[in-house]
């Protein structure tokens, strides 16, 4: 691609000032996501003996849970999630540590409940 007019050095540029402010909300803005990962948590406590629908809700919380590390605790953008968990892994190990339950074979659902609640609650009641 030709940019012969500069437009795309200027995009860029816009970005990398943007992005270097940093990730901000509203002060209510908490109460969504809050509301969000609850009611996820609540449905794979109604599903926990059917894996099917259990691991539908499962699957959303932990995106964003992925993500609300960033935004909510770390006030940030999200980073996609190859470079996500490996930078919560060395920059967040009792969040991981969670995560990684929420994704293991050998934990009970009981149990992905459970450090889905921890999740919840380093988010949102620290």
Known sequence: MF???????????AAKKHYAKGFSW??????????FMANKIGAMSDYVDE????QKYLS???ERA???W???LRKKFSQPVYLAVETIKNDGPEYFAHLSALASLSVTNQGKIDHAQKIHAMLFEA
Do not use: A, C, M, S
Request: proline residues 12%; aromatic residues 18%; glycine residues 8%.
């Open 51 to 54: 894996p099917e629908i259990f």
């Open 66 to 68: 992925l993500n609300y």
């Open 3 to 13: 940019d012969t007019d500069g437009q795309g050095v200027r995009v860029l540029n």
């Open 60 to 62: 959303t919380f932990y």
């Open 70 to 72: 960033y935004q909510v």
């Open 26 to 35: 509203p002060d209510t803005w908490p109460n969504g996501p809050k509301l």
